[in-house]
């Protein structure tokens, strides 16, 4: 399908949700392409990019200086967030730094245009559907004009990057106003993003995770599987925390680079991040710099760990050579989803290794050699 066939479908189909005729003969203008989404889509850190190096990138000195600098600067701000939300303002800020650099990156990119562009290109299509009918939404309510909606390739607008539908649902504002997530003054924008983790199941004084070791041998697949549970219950199963945080909450246990890289185990306030941008680097890197905010001792990664990320086409030629030798990822995309997991978990048990269904170079060289 074309993009103007896409286009005129869409708008047949927004007409029929009630978007009035009169905001689509507005918004008509803005549904362009913009080769900055189209091109930015495919090449995401989160995706590309080891656990190493994304933390990297995105928990830097730099960044780490400039968020203790904005914590005391914004403090009336933050003390209100955590009075209001119970949301520890060290995450806020760093879903703050991690999203915009604390607001001096908030995106030049006409949304309407960016969220059209990925629609059409079909990989997401509901998804960024159901944006752009939220951005219509904005322009409805008068809030902002399609002019006016700047922000990321990806549509996501203002000092936490909040998505149309995030704004329509989530933002809230600090002085009982109407929400104001593009204004300089960032209070708004926080205190939406502090009811936005509520509203994704934050819990008060549970941290995201922690850095763990695991037993030797241990059996990979049994322990990714089971269900939440206490500090004592993983103690129990041979796994050891790497710091003295004594505080009672369940967990689960992960290994976001494979069984050569850093094992976590991660709590509910884990899956609220996920909400904002579900790929657990982004998470891990979200609650790391929240931690390293408060002084925290940076994260050590062993050695061994894949010296770099996976291309998409490498990720594809996975997908479709395991499918081939019987264990069907349901689809080659070049994007490692739970039925690609579940379909390396099922090679690493017939070939006997390490079960951790994870998708790196070794898993790659092993597939190219077959």
């Known amino acids: 399908m074309t993009f ?9 189909r927004a007409a029929a949700y009630g978007v009035s005729p009169a905001i689509l003969t507005e918004v008509s ?12 889509d495919m090449v995401q850190p989160e995706a590309l990019k080891t656990l190493p190096h994304y933390i990297d990138l995105t928990v830097s000195t730099a960044r780490i200086a400039e968020g203790q600098a904005a914590l005391q600067k914004h403090a ?12 520890d303002r060290h995450v806020v800020a760093a879903i703050w730094g991690l999203e915009s650099n604390y607001g001096s990156i908030r995106g030049d990119v006409p949304v309407i245009s960016a969220l059209a562009t990925l629609a059409a290109q079909g990989r997401r299509a509901a998804m960024f559907e159901a944006q752009l009918l939220a951005a219509f939404e904005i322009v409805t ?33 600090a002085r009982n106003g109407r929400p104001d997530i593009w204004a300089e003054d960032p209070a708004d924008a926080l205190v ?6 509520v509203c994704h199941g934050w819990k008060p004084d549970v941290p995201w995770g922690r850095a763990v070791q ?3 041998p241990a059996d990979l697949h049994m322990l990714r599987h089971l269900p939440p549970r206490s500090q004592g219950g993983w103690a129990r199963l041979g796994v050891h925390f790497m710091d003295d945080d004594q505080r009672t909450y369940d967990s689960k246990l992960i290994l976001p680079g494979g069984v050569n890289s850093l ?18 680097s982004y998470a891990i890197a979200l609650g790391h710099l929240s931690d390293r905010l408060q002084g925290a001792p940076a994260l050590h990664f062993p050695a061994g760990g894949d010296a770099r990320g996976l291309t998409q086409a490498e990720m594809k ?5 395991l499918t081939t030798l019987g264990f069907d990822t349901i689809g080659a995309d070049g994007f490692a989803g739970p039925n690609t997991e579940i379909a390396i978990e099922a090679y690493q048990a017939a070939q006997h290794l390490p079960v951790d269904g994870f998708a790196g170079l070794s898993l790659l060289k092993r597939l190219q050699s077959t």
């Open 317 to 321: 030629f996975i997908q479709s050579r």
């Open 4 to 12: 103007e066939s896409w286009k005129s479908d869409f708008l047949s």
């Open 192 to 197: 939406s993003t502090a009811h936005f983790l």
């Open 141 to 173: 309510r008068g809030i902002k004009s399609p002019d006016q909606m700047l922000g990321s390739w990806a549509g996501a607008m203002g000092h936490t990057q909040f998505m149309p539908k995030s704004y329509i649902d989530f933002a809230v504002s």
């Open 76 to 87: 009336e701000i933050f003390d209100q967030i955590e009075a209001d939300y119970q949301v």
């Open 263 to 280: 094992s976590f185990v991660v709590s509910e306030n884990f899956n609220a991040l996920l909400g904002y941008n579900n790929a657990q």
């Open 29 to 40: 203008p803005y549904l362009t392409t913009t080769q900055k989404s189209a091109q930015a």
């Open 214 to 216: 695991l037993p030797e």
